[in-house]
Every structure is written in C-alpha cells, then in structure tokens.
C-alpha cells in the first residue's frame, strides 16, 4: 500500500486501530512509564520497562512470580492490557492493565478479582486458543493463516488490508493500467 499511497499509510499507523496491538518495546505507555505498582490485599503487582524490555511482577512478600511481557494491547487512550507466555508456550493475560485516568495500573476489565488463593491465581488468567485468535483478529492484520493464530508474521494494529482484503490483486491490476496505458481511476479499487 505504501508505495502508492505514502500518506494515507503513514497517518494510518498513528490512528487509534493501527496502533490497537504492539510488542511491548514499542509501547510509549510503558516507555513513559517505566515502573508502575497495584497493590491488593497481601498482592503486589508490578510492571517495570528497561530499555526494550518489559517484565510483570506480582507478589505476596513469601512467593514472586515474574514474567516478560510480549503484546500490549490498545493505545491507552482508555488502557493497554497486556499478554504474555509462560514456558508451556500458551498465552496469558496479566490482571492488571495501564488506565490513562489513573496513570498507572488498575485490575483488567472484568479480571478484578475478591481474593486469591495465590500468586498465581493473583498474576493472571489462561487466554485459550480460540480466544487468543480473536484478539489478535480484532487488534491486529494478516493474524491468521489456514484458521490457526500466526503469531510471527501477523502485521500489530489494524492495517490497511484488515478492512480493504489483500492488496496483491490491486496492485496487479494497477501495475497491468500502467502498463495498458489506462487510467487507474477507471478501475476498481480491490478486485
């Protein structure tokens, strides 16, 4: 897309749906906050940036669970969630999410939890398969191939070809005009 249409594509990546999913090291929420607490009951939950870097830290002062974190999600102009994996491979999600309102971090919508029985029911909650395909598919482009999750060549934030579909058919059809000599405005855009 970029090729012929520069601007669009550049300003596109700075709206709110380009920039919905990133990798943590490209969240300037977590850049310009690099050490943010929660506490809740005997919990304490922390999210710490060093350079490119983030980990999620929750303890009860006897156990301490840590984690790097991989995905943030949303561009905080409400919050930014956060994702990661422990080592058998599976997605979670931390309990506690970055709140613009508050400048720091605050229980995950609809994750707030009354007690817990440890530091591991307190860090966070399994992000099954199906759902992790449909988080990555609202908040990111190109995040599915053959209906399984593609995590290592989805496309953070919504992008040009999440709403317009594939654009190697348009760009065939608008390097075929100019070749033709016609005008690319006499065809249509997506084929």
């Given at each position: 897309c970029a090729s012929c249409h520069p601007s669009i594509v550049a300003s596109q990546?700075?709206?709110?749906m380009g920039a919905?999913?990133?990798h943590v090291e490209n969240s300037d929420i977590l850049h310009s906050h690099p050490k943010m607490n929660f506490g809740f009951g005997p919990y304490r939950f922390e999210v710490k940036t060093e350079g490119d870097k983030t980990t999620y830290t929750v303890t009860d002062g006897k156990e301490t669970k840590t984690a790097p974190l991989l995905w943030a999600f949303g561009?905080?102009?409400?919050g930014q969630s956060y994702l990661f994996k422990k080592p058998d491979e599976k997605f979670y999600e931390a309990r506690v999410t970055y709140f613009s309102s508050l400048h720091?971090?605050?229980?995950?919508p609809a994750r707030a939890l009354s007690s817990a029985k440890d530091v591991e029911e307190a860090m966070d909650?399994?992000?099954?398969v199906a759902e992790a395909e449909r988080c990555f598919s609202c908040h990111s482009t190109a995040s599915t191939i053959a209906g399984k999750l593609d995590?290592?060549?989805?496309?953070?934030?919504v992008r040009c070809e999440a709403c317009h579909g594939p654009g190697a058919a348009h760009v065939a059809s608008m390097s075929a005009a100019k070749l033709n000599g016609e005008s690319p405005t006499d065809l249509q855009i997506f084929n």
């Open positions: 990546k700075t709206t709110p919905t999913a990133m561009t905080g102009r409400v720091t971090l605050n229980f995950t909650r399994e992000v099954g995590e290592a060549h989805l496309v953070p934030g």
